[in-house]
């Protein structure tokens, strides 16, 4: 059995956060170990409160899991607090953890915010260069390269700025006009992995089921380019069997890979 670590909020709606990215691990034969950082109050159409867990509990929580084992694969997403994010880095430079996927999660599609203004440059300085790949979305990009990224020309500029902090940079395209195309530099050449948009307003959790199947595929041994490829394919198949739920953005579902492959 393989084992990812997700660090990452709760989303009472269960589309998003901690619960989907579960789902996506669970669903490809990986075992899903859980610290988490924040509990949020909301449903599918906005968050009504959200709480923070104490740094210290946070350590405590992870500490406890790598006394007894050693995760095969990270995934970071929402940290919410600048103590969060240094407690979390801490942790992964002292037991070397490999495959280390951080989606720098800042707002929720709401609108919310998701990341303290204040932890940003920490993120920037000392959670991304320990990162094997990060996966910001278009918006993510921008505030991580300080520039405007738009399209796609804009998140090759990104990513090469990205890059210069350490890991691999994909950055996802869903909200790109026309095609969809996620962007995979590693430093000597850009990959692209386009896909025709599915007409659906049922997105909620897109990028929890990128970033956990990435890392998934990274426990498995799969490279970058090959964990990115499938990451993309199982993404995409988790919007196709997206469904509503409630009375805003439902969730995709990321269980529809096992019946694709069966």
Known sequence: MKY??????????GGAGIQADI???TSLGVHALTALTAVTAQNSVGIAAIHKIPARFISTQLHTIAEDLIPDAVK???LYSRLAVNEVTKFIRKYALPN????????????????EPEAIPLLKEV???VAKVVTPNLYEAGIIANIKVEDVYEMAEAAKLIKKMGPDVVITGGHLPGKSIDLLYDGNE????????INTEHTHGTGCVFSSALAAFLAQGHGVVTATKLAHDFTRSSILDGYACGRGSGPV???SWKKSSE
């Open 4 to 13: 990812v670590l997700v660090i990452a909020g709760s989303d009472s709606s």
């Open 23 to 25: 789902k996506a691990i």
């Open 76 to 78: 970071v997403s929402m």
């Open 100 to 115: 280390v996927v951080v989606d720098p999660v800042m707002a929720a599609s709401t609108g919310n915010r998701l990341l």
């Open 127 to 129: 959670l991304i260069p």
């Open 190 to 197: 850009f990959h692209r992995f386009p896909s025709s948009r």
């Open 253 to 255: 579902n990321p269980t």
